[in-house]
Structure formats: C-alpha cells, structure tokens
C-alpha cells in the first residue's frame, strides 16, 4: 500500500523544539523531491519546505529560515522537518507530499501539486505563547 505516515506533531511552549517525521511504503520516498506544507485555520495552504534528492538543493519559507531544516534519510525511506525556536505562527497542521514533477517549485509558490503526488494524513502542532 502505497502512503506517507507523518509523526511528531504536538502541543509546546514558545522557543521550543519538535521533529517531525515523514515515513513512506510503497514507494521509494528518495525518488522524488519532497517537503511540507501547512495550514493555519482560515489562512490558505503555504510551503514550509522542500528538499530535491538528485543535488539535496532545499527551499524554506522566509519566516522560519535559520529556525528549521529539512532532511532526508534514503535507507529509512523517510524525511524530517527539524523545527527549533517555535512561534505561536507556526501553529498549523503540517502535511508532507512528495513532488514529483515541479522540483519543490510547487512549495516556493504554495501551488497545488499534481494528482499522482502522495500526501500524509497531516499532524497539528500546536506553540502557545
């Protein structure tokens, strides 16, 4: 069965840490570049982050440069978002997806990725102030 599990949402404080994880069957993650996005209620979707595999080029949102970074680790078929320094803005559900055709232009534009992509179920984190 082919699915993206993410993990490593919760509730923290301010200036605190989370690691999210983005695990894939089915599917070689490694083959396509891959990211998150996230979404605040009643904001729309943005791209947080995205990594290509063939150069490990990365993407990031302005407003959390130098707070977060994004990896991949082929052998575990998986991806992470380390987010350190948490703001109460950052509070969202966050959704990772691959990027199979747009080589994480999609998430540089918050654009909708194409119909084949694979997406997780989403995790909330949650920063109070």
């Known amino acids: 069965q082919v699915q993206l599990t993410e993990s490593g949402g919760g509730l923290v404080q301010a200036g605190d840490s989370l690691r999210l994880s983005c695990s894939a069957s089915?599917?070689?993650?490694?083959?396509?570049?891959k990211g998150w996005f996230r979404q605040a209620p009643g904001k729309k979707r943005e791209g947080v982050s995205c990594i290509r595999s063939l150069n490990n080029n990365t993407y990031y949102l302005e407003s959390v440069k130098g707070r977060f970074t994004i990896s991949r680790d082929k052998a575990k078929n998986s991806a992470y978002l380390q987010m350190n320094n948490l703001k109460p803005e950052d509070t969202a559900v966050y959704y990772c997806a691959t990027d199979k055709w747009t080589e994480c232009h999609a998430f540089r534009t918050s654009s909708d990725l194409s119909g084949s992509d694979y997406w997780g179920q989403g995790t909330q984190v949650t920063v109070s102030s």
């Open positions: 089915g599917f070689a993650l490694d083959s396509y570049a």
